[in-house]
T-cell receptor
Framework: GAGVSQSPSNKVTEKGKDVELRCDPI?????LYWYRQRLGQGLEFLIY????????KSGLPSDRFSAERTGESVSTLTIQRTQQEDSAVYLC????????????FGPGTRLTVL | TQLLEQSPQFLSIQEGENLTVYCNSS?????LQWYRQEPGEGPVLLVT?????EVKKLKRLTFQFGDARKDSSLHITAAQPGDTGLYLC??????????FGGGTRVLVKP
């Protein structure tokens, strides 16, 4: 399909392990966002990539969180030394334009840290 | 304090009733977006309002953008169980990145 895809859809890990979450944006979308959504809550902004500009990392909650993006394609969100409070759904979105452009979301990765 | 404040945070109503969700800010926006998120899925755009005072209708949903472009509302007429979900407003002040409100969780009981 032509939508945003994320993998894995579910991830269960043990406390202290590292995890990598993947996002494939819509082809041609220059902007890519990562959000965290705890159960029953709204979206918590994590990081934003726009073309070749330096990413906006202002939402990353700690230095255990990092993200990379290869050009204008795939992005990976890495969480090192996972903690139980990292358990959440991690959503990726892409947008054709920066700023107020419509965001297209993937289905999310549900992360459970035991 | 969030840039976009949504109220109420949670709304539980019976099928057939009306409801209104509010999205307020002290900042001016060139446009505001409304998204709905259903359980297990990512949010999906419902509408974008651009002009101050604008009213847009999408079947039983009515969206309004405040005259000063600082606030917006979503009104649902004769709500149905299929309207259940998380409603999010979003805006990008001064061309910055899109920012989401905290969301309003709506539960429509049959």
């Amino acid at each position: 399909g032509a939508g945003v895809s994320q993998s894995p859809s579910n991830k269960v890990t043990e406390k202290g392990k590292d995890v990598e979450l993947r996002c494939d944006p819509i082809s041609g979308h220059t902007a890519l966002y990562w959000y965290r959504q705890r159960l029953g809550q709204g979206l918590e902004f994590l990081i934003y990539f726009q073309g070749n500009s330096a990413p906006d990392k202002s939402g990353l909650p700690s230095d255990r969180f990092s993200a990379e993006r290869t050009g204008e394609s795939v992005s990976t969100l890495t969480i090192q030394r996972t903690q139980q409070e990292d358990s959440a759904v991690y959503l990726c979105a892409s947008s054709l334009a920066q700023g107020a452009g419509e965001q297209f979301f993937g289905p999310g990765t549900r992360l459970t840290v035991l | 304090t969030q840039l976009l404040e949504q109220s109420p945070q949670f709304l539980s109503i019976q099928e057939g009733e009306n409801l209104t969700v509010y999205c307020n800010s002290s900042s001016v926006f060139s446009s505001l977006q409304w998204y709905r998120q259903e359980p297990g899925e990512g949010p999906v755009l419902l509408v974008t309002v651009v002009t101050g005072g604008e009213v847009k209708k999408l079947k039983r949903l009515t969206f309004q953008f405040g005259d000063a472009r600082k606030d917006s509302s979503l009104h649902i007429t004769a709500a149905q169980p299929g309207d259940t979900g998380l409603y999010l407003c979003a805006g990008a002040p001064a061309g910055n990145k899109l920012t989401f409100g905290g969301g309003t969780r709506v539960l429509v009981k049959p």
